[in-house]
């Protein structure tokens, strides 16, 4: 059984359409990573799949079930972790564990005190959620979310505006879910993170226009050529560089600008005349590797001028 | 805990975190009611009243006696009219009375001494309440001793009254008892907590964002919307009884009525404002916009509902708002209950509409608490 299947699934906001006619299928135990830049429709996605959000036409079925027909039937067998988290400031760690928990017809003692082990609450079970850290509220709303043993777990941007450590914990957390069975459908823009994924969508503008495994979402670039030329941001040359036929993405990197152009032997020789009329050295420009982010650029650029 | 429960008890638990609110539920009513059932008796105590006494006789001084123990006015003795025109020009005097030089005179021949009243109209309703109390000056204690006692029993009774006050200020107050205001101040110092907390209840979900999270769980609507509405009731009872306490110790409401009917009155009273209220909270985005509809709901609760202007005196057009007004069948009620102590047949059509808005309302707020959008 596939744990996320869709038809055609479409949601329209007045004129506009959030969610475009996605057709998805996410088996169980993956933890599949839905990317796609602000506003491309990764939250009314989520707000489909987990019952809140009636889609305006197709169809989507999660863990087996109707999610257009049985909502609720849906919200009790999985978990959401909202953007904002939903949880109770004023409430303690123990508090809002508990008052969720409950909500799913009982919470478990046993349940609670593991998850508040496993996830090094044990010293701040009585703490006000609002004193807690940004990456301590994300795991409280974590458990939350899970103290109801959910076996597919929707998480938007769990870790926006988390620091690179802390995202690296809490990733270790997610595979510690996966390891239980757990499948996860994750939200981000983080690159790096896309990286981690089992398989990742890219959706923009509503649409779906990628999905496949990190290696897979790369390969979209095979038939590119990527170059990295160095140099620190120079808006002359960024307007050379879009001005040349063939390239389709540009980002600068630090000291770095990657630039992926449709593949052309000629392609090499355009950039380098670009670079030294804005008086950079010919050796600046060599060829890269395809990065997730090149992928990511490139998508959006193609949707964007489409 | 069931889901319904857990809603109970996480709402109790915001209520208690938030120190200024509890300070808000329960000083608040009490101190309006105090500030409301006096601003409407307003006794005239201390009241300050210069006398010019042009007269100095035994009967003077019996005047001004009476005017300190029965009146409770505070008697400042002053020299001449001019230093009494200056006192109540500055407001250190509401009342000026000048005793004529005539007075003994008069009094002793049977004949009628005229005292002259100058009144600060400049407040009219502190005014009203002053000549009232000045009215003690024709009362009947005073008058009595003021006949020149003729020792001969079967000397003729006095041909007129002994004391006749023109007034320089004419007013003629027409009085309303205190007793007809309080239970209309008691409801609306609850309706004023109850309304705006349950109000806010349902939007601060929405606004903190954490409604978001609600709707992705397999809460019900109705254990939802019951769940957060029953600590509201149960502190809003409480409220209620602290109130109508307080209007007992502190202004002698009476209870003419059976007590279970009016236990009966104010749960329902009680529960028609939370269903109300949660109604308004249903149709707001922000706390601000809520409470902006509260107070839109309050003020005319307050004006058209009988408290102050008589329905029957309202414009035929206007006549069917206060239908529509739970305050209106809750004045109606506690008015025969507390000061004519009439039975349940009088107020059961009070109870059917307090018992009706409830519902309807209620089922309103559920209904508008959508889980999938």
Known sequence: MLAIETHGLTRRFGRQTAVDAV?????????????????????TMIR?????????????????????????AVKQRIGY????????????????????ASLYGGADPGRLSELIEAYGFAEHRRKLARDLSGGYKTRLALITALAH???????????????PVTRKELWDLFYAMKGEGTTLFVTTHYMEEAERCDRLAFIFKGQLAAVGTPGEMKNLLADRDVFEIQTPYH????????????????????????????RHPDNRARLTHAATQCGLD????HPGTPSMEDVFVTLTRRGAGS | MTPLRAVVWKEFLHIVRERRLLGFIFGAPVLLLVLFGYALRLKVENLPMAVLDLDKSIFSLQILDTLRSEG??????????????????????????????????????????????????????????AMYGAGVLTGDELTANLYFADPDKDAPPPRAPPIRVDREILFNPELRDTDFFLPGIIGIVIMQVTLILASISIVREREQRTMEQLMATPVSRSAFVVGKLIPYAVISAVDFAVVIGAGHLLFDLPFAGPPALIVVLAVLYILSLLALGAFISSYSQT????????????????????????????????????????????????????????????????????GAFGLVFTIGAILRFKKTG
Not at chain 1, 26 to 31: K, L
Not at chain 1, 241 to 253: H, Y
Request: charged share 20%; with cysteine; glycine share 10%.
């Open chain 2, 287 to 354: 706390q601000p916009q809520a409470v902006f509809l509260a107070i839109f709901v309050l003020l005319p609760s307050v004006l058209l509902s009988g408290f102050v202007f008589p329905i029957e005196a309202m414009p035929e057009w206007l006549q069917p708002v206060p239908q529509f007004i739970p305050m209106t069948y809750y004045l109606d009620a506690i008015r025969a209950l507390t000061l004519k102590g009439t039975g349940f047949g009088i107020v059961a059509k009070d109870f059917a509409a307090l």
């Open chain 2, 72 to 129: 409770g006015f505070r008697v400042l003795e002053v020299a001449s009219e001019e230093d009494m025109r200056r006192m109540l020009h500055t407001g250190e005097a509401r009342l000026g009375l000048i005793v004529p030089a005539d007075l003994a005179d008069r009094l002793t021949r049977n004949e009628t001494a005229t005292l002259r009243l100058l009144v600060d109209g400049s407040m009219p309703t502190l005014a009203m309440m």
């Open chain 1, 235 to 262: 808006p002359q040359l960024v307007a050379a560089i879009r001005g040349l036929e063939g390239v389709e993405a540009d980002n600068q990197f630090g000291h770095i600008l990657r630039v992926v152009c449709r």
């Open chain 1, 282 to 285: 010919a050796a600046s420009v």
């Open chain 1, 23 to 43: 057709d998805l299928a996410i088996g169980e135990g993956e933890v599949f990573g839905f990317l796609g830049p602000n506003g491309a429709g990764k939250t």
């Open chain 1, 81 to 100: 972790v909202a953007q904002a988290f939903g949880l109770y400031l004023d409430l303690t760690v123990e508090e809002n564990l508990r008052f969720y």
């Open chain 1, 149 to 163: 043993r959910p076996s597919l777990l929707f998480l938007d941007e769990p870790t926006a505006g988390v620091d």
């Open chain 1, 48 to 72: 489909l799949l987990t019952g809140i959000l009636r889609p305006s036409l197709g169809e989507a079925s999660v863990l087996g079930l109707d999610v257009v027909r049985e909502p609720e």
